[in-house]
């Protein structure tokens, strides 16, 4: 997983793939969506698909993959490992939303929300295993908004493959916990080796689980608070955590 280009600016959007699996190409495949990073105010947000043949979905529940929040950070390393070495006959791909674009995105003039972001990236990330070639047939994922209307707007989407939207899918199928443990990896690593634009001097890292709830993180997001210039761009400043310390903390502007 080089995440380099992403680190590299991580202002906007980026996509990283694994390659195709040949076998991918010319058998019925099986995909999984989900997210890693919704909630919280520091850091971007990870939609991240895995695919495999029909004919695999034993092998792949034979790695114990498991939703990736009832694993701690040595075991979805480990299993991400498994995954990448299961190359033959899985394929992954993440879009990372960095928390300035997710901002910027519902702040804008016309009404933008979480939902409609998520639900977006995961047709884009869906469209791009089509596109890629892969023979999709079946496509599992984490509902984002009530389930069933999810589930029509995507079969409507894509029409031809069954398409099954569950509350909890990431417990309830191994392509979506193998898709939750692509993306929750790829957040930690790009949380941990954050590379801030902003001139701060000695970062402090301890900023806590980055949820609006953690005192650790409310303490961060205290320090780092810029009276005039708002926070630098790891924070989601469309969060309300974010706007109601901007509001007493800082200095109003009048546009």
Request: aromatic share 10%.
């Amino acid at each position: 997983m080089d995440l380099k280009q992403f680190e590299a600016d991580n202002s906007g959007s980026f996509r990283l793939a694994s390659r195709i699996p040949d076998v991918c190409r010319t058998e019925d495949c099986c995909l999984g969506v989900d997210e890693a990073g919704r909630g919280p105010v520091l850091g971007p947000m990870v939609y991240g698909i895995c695919f495999c043949p029909v004919s695999k979905k034993e092998e792949l529940k034979d790695l114990k993959v498991a939703d990736s929040k009832t694993l701690n950070e040595a075991e979805r390393e480990n299993l991400f490992q498994k995954l990448d070495e299961a190359q033959s006959y899985v394929g992954w791909a993440l879009q990372i939303l960095s928390p300035n674009m997710i901002s910027t995105s519902m702040l804008q003039r016309t009404k933008y929300n979480l939902n409609a972001l998520s639900h977006d990236t995961a047709i884009g990330l869906i469209q791009y295993a089509l596109d890629s070639g892969v023979q999709l047939k079946e496509v599992f994922v984490d509902t984002v908004g009530p389930a069933e209307k999810y589930e029509e707007k995507l079969s409507q989407r894509f029409p031809g493959i069954q398409v099954t939207v569950r509350p909890k899918a990431d417990s309830l199928f191994p392509v979506v916990s193998a898709a939750s443990i692509c993306a929750k990896v790829a957040r930690d690593r790009v949380v941990k080796g954050w590379n801030f634009a902003e001139d701060l001097g000695e970062i402090d890292a301890d900023y806590g689980s980055g949820y609006p709830n953690d005192p650790k993180t409310k303490e961060w997001l205290l320090k780092y608070l810029d009276p005039v210039f708002g926070y630098p761009q790891f924070v989601r400043f469309s969060w309300s955590t974010a706007q109601t310390l901007m509001d007493s903390k800082a200095v109003p502007v009048h546009w």
